[in-house]
């Protein structure tokens, strides 16, 4: 249901947008097609800019745990303890 609110409803308009310019080339047919297709366009930007800023609050959470695990064990989660320690 949530992949149909973010990315269907924008689909949907975008559809009846060349539904609209393929049953009325001319006249209403163009106005309703830039219209829709307007109006979806903006629905799945919306969304998908909405995601890409939710998926910097997952980044920066990732980054606390790695800054304590940093603090707790004196390396980064990804550093090899083994080969810090030779240098």
């Known amino acids: 249901m949530t992949l149909f609110v973010r990315y269907g409803i924008g689909l949907i308009m975008v559809v009846a947008g060349f539904v609209l310019l393929a049953l009325n080339p001319g006249g209403f047919g163009v106005e309703g097609f830039s219209m829709s297709v307007g109006g979806g366009l903006s629905v799945l930007m919306l969304n998908w800019m ?38």
Request: no cysteine.
């Open 50 to 87: 909405f995601r890409l800023g939710v998926s910097g609050d997952d980044e920066r959470e990732r980054e606390e745990q790695a800054r304590r695990y940093l603090e707790k064990h004196g390396h980064w989660p990804d550093e090899d303890p083994a080969r810090r320690r030779g240098r």
